[in-house]
């Protein structure tokens, strides 16, 4: 439970997934990015596009508050649903890596989740896994 003393964030967007995959301006002034991960993708083809499309968005609308909503197509497994690789791809890779570029969230195992910081705007050029 939220502490009542808790910060509010300072912007909430208005939660609306668009209707087909990409980079939409919204007239609130914020950017709704849209991914599927395809059944045929990997963790780190999947982290790859879910960060391109965050860069992209921040070159393309600078400092935006941005919302990102993924679908994800096969990876069933155990773990609420996903493969392993997949769960930590929600739970682990767009908590600590995507995540602090965001204003909010959507993902299969979350649902719609607002970041409670500051949305990051200093986006590297590249994202590398190892």
Do not use: C
Request: glycine share 4%; net charge negative; charged share 20%.
């Amino acid at each position: 439970m939220e502490s009542p003393d808790a910060p509010l964030p300072s912007f909430i967007p208005e939660y609306k997934k668009p209707e087909a995959p990409g980079i939409w301006m919204n007239f609130d002034n914020t950017v709704s990015l849209y991914h599927i991960v395809a059944a045929a993708d990997d963790f780190a083809q999947a982290s790859q596009d879910v960060f391109a499309l965050v860069l992209e968005s921040q070159q393309r609308f600078p400092d935006w508050p941005r919302v990102l909503y993924l679908d994800i197509v096969g990876h069933r497994g155990p773990h609420h649903g996903f493969d392993a690789d997949f769960f930590e791809f929600q739970q682990e890779f767009l908590f600590s890596t995507v995540a602090p570029f965001l204003t909010g969230f959507d993902t299969p195992i979350t649902g719609p989740l607002i970041n409670p910081d500051a949305q990051r705007n200093d986006l590297p050029d590249s994202l590398r896994i190892q």
